[in-house]
């Protein structure tokens, strides 16, 4: 900066749209980047931006070398010392953000901006290692628009904002075709592609295979959606979406675990009733449950039974998958349940809730069997009239006592727990499980949406004869969870997750919306797999498409798609200029109305000649005449495409 | 504001000369162009008066000089004469030196005395005595030809005929403007009464605005295929020099900012170009100079590009 040659043009512009693209790239990342590390970008970019607007004052290049070398050593420790590795995508993009920002500092030449600019587009592509949704899709876009913007105004000089946003949004929309082409036919790696060890899949939400008092009521304050399913018919009604996650046997005395269980095939029952086939579309949580409807039937693809029930995935659900599954809500399941897994759904530690035990044996005393045990510990629960919130009271040593007798305040974590310990104490077999209850339709794609406020825990009791039977304790003491949901269901003041607020109807109809719309991205952009790469390539004819095949049609379609758009630039050559268009098509319309320009008949005379012929469109058509005779003729001024605009559009309207 | 100007003189011009708009702007346009101009018509159809009226209404010095065949050089440029007292010759001089010149019936002089004042239009200076003397500037000629008298004349050869920008016809009046003529006061008392309309600064800053009237690319064309239409044709002897391109361009520029334009449309081309070429082209075989249908031939044999 200190030695400008004099024939440089003028970098301010191309600076300016650089600022902007870093600010727009590393925005997003700031969710993954850590704090002081956005300090430290945001702080050199400020100085960047300084020095752009304060050309006159700079600092001597080389004492600028050397700060920023010794930044880059600073800040590379800090990385270091912050992941504890260089490797992985979150040290990388660390890194890659402050380069972005330290290239700026140095920018001397027209060759550097690009190389900035390249870096930014690593950095709009690296957004996409953390999220796939259509906003940061978005924002990426967005970020590669400036960036366009900068290369533009690097070559071109100083356009106006305006132009050079609408030029470099017409070059992506040119570029649209490739995108497809490359879209469809880029080879597909199976799994995620940016599956980095050590740093994947952390931070991903949901159930968990352990509960205890406070688990499922902290999930159900989220608003994010857990899976979607797309019912080929009538969804089953509200009382029978249960959704099916981990089965909870083992209890501790304050928390309860997932028991072992075996894996097969085949379900572990027969399947009755009706049949409900749906496409289940799951929101990646790193488990290997699919919480299917209960209770599935079949075999899908990539899942197994364990033999408590729950379909299984192969392998951990690490990104949006799909699967078609079929359920039988009415199925009678554990007819012949094996002895040890009855053993261990009685099993309670040897002390502690005391006074639950009490009250068991009392109840399990006058009954003649489990059924009649059952029925007397639902009326006895229904009869201490407890009370359902979303924010129960903290639990002390003996969570159930405490819940039952003390607090009486719960979520349905609470009943699920007190029952299945009420009924284990009075030697009835029970679990718990846990999944999502309900589920709502949206009412603009029809497909079913279940969020993690919809986490649920209820029970299951073994009754001789009937098998395992479902027991939902909640609805003792709220049945409108069940029939209508958590909202419905607490009581009046009680702090709601903020979309299921009444006040909030108007809003929630945006997101339904907005859901969708993710929905249809997410089936049709993130879902499009290899398989459906196949599927697809099968239907244009190719019977076993490798990577050759792929390579192959790739090149062909860009080749036909380049041809394509050098006929149109050619063709668009060839046409002329649009104010040239312009006035052709005006000249072509009076000649239709049988007043044809002359050859050599200039503007304003032909103007005349209409006006003397067509009287009542004289104004008009003078203004026109006009208007392109100043555009054609006159001095080259700013607005000149506007105003070709404003008298194409003069002559569109023109009623003759 | 040069068009205000503009305005008020034509409309002054008009009240004394009836019915001749037309001509007059091509006689300002010819001014502001920096160009002379021909008028070649019949006695009495008001050349003088028209050449009169200019002078008045821009406030500059005019002279008249009658042409005939017994005109001399020095008639026109002066004169040194011995003053005894000084013991020097002193140069004393003649009529060009006016901003205004009105050089009537100029083909009725010799060959020697129209190139004195032909040079002189076009140096804008004349030597007498060995002695370069500047013209006052502006520096503006009418001249003056009768085309139905031809005997014992001497018609201007085209190399003397280019160097006038314009050549424009008079004719006569209509029926209203002439009878409005013949009922008004007598014109040469109306002129006297005429008070200036410019200032003496405003005629160069308007030649000035003429300049810097654009010029689009595609006007450049237009001209372009004008001046190769007239060199391929096979009706005429010969084509327009580039000098009468340059002279279109200038016309076709004071035009339009005469018309309160900054740009040239090919409308002006079209209303000066018969005026530019009409003395320059001569018509194949006879060698007459070429009639009006013919320049209207050739400008609608040229499409607008």
């Excluded at chain 1, 502690?352 to 045990?373: I, K, Q």
Aim: charged share 20%.
């Amino acid at each position: 900066m200190r030695h400008p040659a004099p024939d440089t043009p003028s970098l301010l512009t191309p600076s300016l749209w650089l600022l902007i693209t870093a600010g727009i790239t590393l925005a997003p990342h700031a969710i993954h980047l850590p704090l002081w590390l956005i300090v430290v970008c945001a702080t050199i970019l400020a100085t960047r931006a300084w020095m752009v607007t304060h050309p006159g004052i700079q600092p001597r290049s080389r004492i600028l070398k050397a700060l920023i070398v010794l930044l880059a050593i600073a800040v590379a420790v800090g990385i270091r010392h912050h992941f504890g590795h260089f490797f992985g995508k979150d040290p990388g993009v660390a890194l890659l953000a402050v380069l972005l920002c330290l290239k700026q500092i140095e920018i001397t030449s027209s060759r550097d901006i690009r190389a900035a600019v390249l870096l930014s587009f690593f950095l709009q592509l690296g957004l996409f290692f953390y999220d796939q949704s259509l906003p940061v899709a978005a924002m990426a876009l967005t970020g590669t628009l400036c960036a366009l913007v900068t290369l533009l105004t690097l070559e071109t000089g100083t356009l106006t904002p305006r132009t050079s946003l609408r030029t470099s949004g017409l070059m992506m929309l040119q570029a649209i075709p490739f995108l497809v082409v490359l879209f469809l036919l880029f080879p597909r790696i199976p799994g995620p592609l940016w599956g980095l060890p050590a740093d994947a899949y952390s931070g991903m939400s949901g159930l968990s295979d352990t509960m205890e008092p406070g688990s499922i009521s902290q999930l159900s304050l989220s608003d994010a959606i857990a899976f979607r399913a797309d019912f080929a018919g009538e969804p089953p009604p509200p009382a029978q979406r249960y959704w099916r996650g981990p089965v909870l046997t083992d209890f501790d005395g304050r928390s309860w675990r997932a028991g072992r269980f075996l894996l097969q095939r085949e379900p572990a029952y027969a399947t009755s009733g009706p049949a409900y086939d749906y496409r289940l579309t799951l929101e990646p949580h790193n488990q290997r449950w699919l919480l299917a409807l209960d209770y599935p039937g079949g075999r899908p693809e990539n899942t197994v039974y364990s033999n408590d029930f729950q379909l299984l995935s192969t392998t951990p659900v690490r990104s949006r998958s799909r699967f078609d599954l079929r359920s039988y809500p009415e199925s009678n399941v554990g007819l012949n349940e094996n002895p040890f897994i009855l053993a261990a759904a009685t099993g309670l530690p040897d002390s502690g809730n005391p006074r639950a035990r009490a009250l068991a044996e009392s109840l399990s005393r006058d009954s003649h069997d489990p059924e009649d045990t059952l029925r007397r510990v639902l009326d006895e629960i229904r009869a201490m009239a407890l009370t359902y919130t979303l924010r129960p009271p903290l639990l002390g040593r003996d969570p159930v006592d405490e819940f039952l007798f003390d607090t009486r305040r719960g979520f349905c974590e609470h009943f699920a727990s007190a029952f299945v310990f009420l009924m284990r104490a009075a030697e009835v077999p029970a679990r718990v499980v846990t999944g999502y209850q309900g589920g709502e339709i949206n009412p603009v794609d029809q497909t079913m949406v279940v969020r993690q406020s919809d986490a649920h825990a209820w029970a299951e009791v073994w009754l001789d004869g009937r098998g395992w039977v479902r027991v939902d304790p909640t609805a003792l003491a709220a049945p409108s969870r069940i029939e209508s949901g958590l909202a419905s269901a607490l009581p009046q003041g009680e702090a709601l997750p903020f979309m299921m607020r009444p006040a909030m109807r108007w809003l929630r109809d945006v997101r339904h919306q907005w859901e969708a719309l993710s929905n249809a991205w997410n089936q049709s952009v993130i879902g499009y797999n290899t398989e459906r790469q196949r599927a697809f390539l099968e239907g244009l004819g190719f019977t076993s498409p490798d990577w050759r095949t792929l390579t192959g049609l790739m090149g062909a379609a860009a080749a036909v798609l380049m041809v394509l758009l050098f006929g149109w630039a050619v063709m668009q050559f060839r046409r002329g200029d649009p104010l040239d268009r312009c006035w052709d098509r005006f000249c072509a319309r009076m000649g239709r109305h049988g007043i044809p320009r002359l050859p050599w008949e200039g503007p304003i005379d032909y103007a005349e000649r209409i006006a003397a012929i067509r009287p009542s469109r004289a104004d008009q058509v003078r203004h026109i005449a006009q208007t392109y005779a100043t555009l054609r003729y006159g001095p080259d001024g700013p607005g000149h495409d506007l105003k070709t605009r404003q008298l194409s559009r003069m002559i569109s309207k023109l009623a003759l | 504001m040069p068009d205000i100007h503009i305005t008020r003189l034509l409309d002054a011009a008009n009240r004394i000369i009836l019915g001749k708009d037309r001509a007059l702007r091509l006689a300002l346009t010819c001014l502001v162009a920096r160009g002379h101009l021909l008028i070649e018509d019949l006695p009495g159809v008001g050349k003088t008066t028209l050449a009169h009226v200019l002078a008045r209404l821009m406030g500059l010095d005019f002279q008249r000089i009658q042409f005939t065949s017994d005109l001399l050089p020095a008639d026109i440029v002066g004169v040194s004469i011995f003053d005894r007292e000084s013991s020097a010759f002193r140069f004393h001089p003649g009529p060009v030196f006016a901003q205004l010149i009105l050089a009537d019936e100029v083909n009725r002089a010799t060959p020697k005395t129209q190139s004195a004042l032909l040079e002189a239009m076009e140096e804008h200076q004349v030597t007498a005595d060995g002695q370069t003397l500047a013209l006052p500037e502006p520096f503006f000629v009418i001249a003056t030809q009768n085309p139905a008298n031809q005997i014992g004349t001497f018609p201007l050869p085209e190399s003397q005929l280019d160097r006038f920008l314009l050549r424009i016809k008079l004719g006569y009046p209509d029926r209203a403007a002439e009878r409005a003529l013949l009922m008004g006061e007598d014109r040469r008392k109306l002129l006297e009464r005429q008070t200036p309309v410019l200032a003496p600064e405003d005629l160069p800053s308007l030649q000035e605005a003429a300049q810097s009237v654009t010029v689009s690319e595609r006007l450049i064309d237009y001209v372009q295929a004008l001046l190769a239409s007239t060199r391929g044709s096979a009706e005429l002897s010969g084509g327009l020099s580039p000098r009468a391109g340059l002279g279109l361009i200038a016309a076709a520029r004071a035009w339009a900012l005469i018309d309160g334009r900054d740009h040239v449309l090919p409308e002006d081309v079209q209303t000066v170009f018969p005026h530019v070429a009409g003395h320059r082209l001569h018509l194949a075989g006879d060698g007459r100079s070429v009639p009006p249908e013919a320049l209207d031939r050739i400008l609608k044999a040229v499409p607008l590009p």
